[in-house]
């Protein structure tokens, strides 16, 4: 689904902001990227989608090379969802506003019509709001609606829930897992919150200037405190606390986990014995 091969990129010349990249992500997959302020990781967002170019090596989305490939092309298999839904947004109505891609991308009128309909159920949306006049949480909403009702087979989300209460956070995120589960869209999603990265994705990867420095399933990335360290990510709060309480602790990884290992340890200082 995406391939980066040895992909550099430079906003200024002589100074690159991604250096020698290789990385592929399958279709179906949902991988998080995560790094410190600046490290590349909306930089890698928009190289895939072919709003940048790589200043050496290739980027490929569904096979085709996005050096040669016109963005129009490659916005059908790639949706996109900014960080800030106001630089999304650019429509009066939550119905316009869901059927300005569709348009965009010359589906039919019937067909938009039908998916602007269903997109506006499942988000629990109103026709005539003015998007800019709604809540945050709404105004995210709106925009993924916007994003998700092109049917895209990748799905870019650039820190979905900044900003978002905890419910309006639950919301969204548990939709986008149902569509990567029952439909396998590919979800790309960059983040700085571990306890989201925890909670949704299956794989991780992991940048540090420009430069990849791990990449794994979710468990094993965020038990890897010293990698996470290393990239001035701050780990999750129950690996980070099992860490701190030394090596019986070593592979706590949820809350129930620990909760388990905690009422464990209790028990048995009751009984007078050692864990
Ligand atoms: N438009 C730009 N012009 C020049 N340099 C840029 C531009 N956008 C980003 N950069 C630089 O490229 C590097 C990578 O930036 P990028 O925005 O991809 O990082 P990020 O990981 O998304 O950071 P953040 O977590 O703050 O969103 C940084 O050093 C940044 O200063
Ligand atoms: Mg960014």
């Known amino acids: 689904m995406i391939r980066f091969e040895g992909v550099s990129f430079g906003y200024v010349k002589g100074r690159e902001s ?70 999304q947004i ?26 602007v309909k269903a997109a506006m159920e499942i988000f629990d949306l109103k026709p005539d709001w003015f998007p800019f006049s709604r809540s945050r949480g709404e105004r995210q909403r709106i925009a993924l609606a916007g994003v998700l009702a092109c049917e895209p087979e990748l799905l870019i989300l650039d820190e979905p829930t900044t900003g978002l209460d905890y419910l309006e956070c639950t919301r969204i995120m548990d939709y986008v897992t149902e569509l990567n589960r029952e439909k396998g869209i590919t979800v790309l999603m960059v983040s700085h919150d571990m306890e989201l990265v925890q909670s949704y994705a299956k794989r991780v990867l992991v940048l540090n200037n420009g430069v990849l420095m791990g990449d794994g399933p979710t468990e094993d990335v965020m038990k890897n405190t010293p990698l996470l360290k290393s990239a001035r990510v701050l780990p999750a709060q129950i690996p980070e606390l099992a860490l701190r309480f030394g090596d019986t602790f070593r592979d706590i990884y949820t809350v129930d986990d620990m909760f388990a290992a905690l009422a464990a340890k209790n028990k048995a200082e009751q009984e007078g014995g050692n864990v």
Request: hydrophobic share 30%.
């Open 18 to 87: 991604i250096r020698d990249l290789n990385f592929h992500i399958e279709k179906g997959e949902f991988t998080a990227l995560i790094g410190a302020n600046g490290a590349g990781k909306s930089t890698i967002s928009r190289l895939t989608n072919g709003l940048l170019h790589p200043t050496a090596g290739h980027v490929y989305l569904n096979g085709k090379d996005t050096l040669t490939t016109p963005s129009s092309k490659l916005a059908k298999d790639c949706g996109f969802l900014f960080q800030n839904p106001d630089r």
């Open 90 to 115: 650019c429509e009066n109505t939550v119905k316009d506003e869901l059927a300005f891609s569709m348009k965009v991308q010359g589906w039919p009128k019937d067909k938009i019509e039908e998916r």
